[in-house]
């Protein structure tokens, strides 16, 4: 298992961006799957997006265009750039690393 650590959440507009990072204990090289999953109060914790470690990446429906996730094996770190974010965003933002680690969380808030 690796210790997860995400940061870089915060309040932000409509339309305004964010990065949020999330910075792992050890190695990330032999990691296959990494991802972002958020959860809004009331909901369920929902996927995002996510990045193998040959780069195959897939997003949501819902942030396709506007969201851009990366990993960098050599510092050990995954972000997601959040761009044209929008009220709907609104979320407890956490990064997942296969098969059971998880960071703790961020809040994200986008409001006037």
């Known amino acids: 298992q690796v210790q997860l650590v995400d940061s870089g959440g915060g309040l932000v507009q409509p339309g305004g961006s964010l990065r949020l990072s999330c910075a792992a204990s050890?190695?990330?090289?032999?990691?296959?799957?990494m991802g972002w999953y958020r959860q809004a109060p009331g909901n369920e914790r929902e996927f995002v997006a996510s990045?193998?470690?040959?780069?195959?990446?897939k997003y949501a429906r819902s942030v396709q265009g506007r969201f851009t996730v990366s990993r960098d094996n050599a510092k050990n770190t995954m972000d997601l750039q959040m761009n044209s974010l929008k009220p709907e965003d609104t979320a407890v933002y956490y990064c997942y690393a296969g098969p059971d680690s998880w960071g703790q969380g961020t809040q994200v808030t986008v409001s006037s």
């Open positions: 990045i193998t470690h040959d780069g195959e990446i």
């Open positions: 050890r190695s990330i090289f032999s990691i296959f799957f």
